[in-house]
């Protein structure tokens, strides 16, 4: 799954501020982009390529990669879809468990995985209300 462009993330995302004070976004990016590997650009000063979900973020609207957490605690107010710890060693996308080595199966797995996470569209939809 490659991180979407800044245009791509800007259009989705939600009017309003993700974070209500700079206490809680400095949190939040202290325990989260200060250690993902998509926004180590930024940290070497090289902006160009920084992560385009913070960039929205600093632009005052809220990330639809951003999942909103229930009875969060400062720092840990969003799960960010596209979140790679620096020193996670794994492979850029993510990959099946593989089999236990001699276990038999009963059905191919293949035409069950999914090549990347699952993710639903948050922005919020017009609808039509009768009365």
């Not at 632009?59 to 979140?83: H, I, N, S, V």
């Not at 699952?118 to 209300?129: I, L």
Request: with cysteine.
């Amino acid at each position: 799954m490659s991180l979407p462009t800044y245009g791509e993330v800007y259009a989705k995302a939600a009017e309003g501020s993700p974070f209500s004070n700079s206490t809680e976004g400095d949190a939040w990016i202290t325990n989260n982009c200060q250690r993902c590997i998509h926004d180590k650009p930024a940290r070497n000063d090289d902006y160009e390529n920084a992560c385009p979900i913070l960039g929205v973020a600093y632009c005052g609207k809220t990330p639809a990669e951003w999942m909103r957490k229930e009875g969060f605690r400062l720092g840990d107010q969003y799960t960010c879809l596209f979140f790679r710890d620096e020193n996670d060693g794994g492979p850029d996308e993510p990959t099946p468990v593989p089999d236990p080595p001699g276990q038999l199966t009963l059905c191919p797995r293949e035409p069950f995985e999914r090549p990347g996470r699952m993710f639903a569209d948050t922005k919020p939809q017009e609808v039509s209300v009768r009365g």
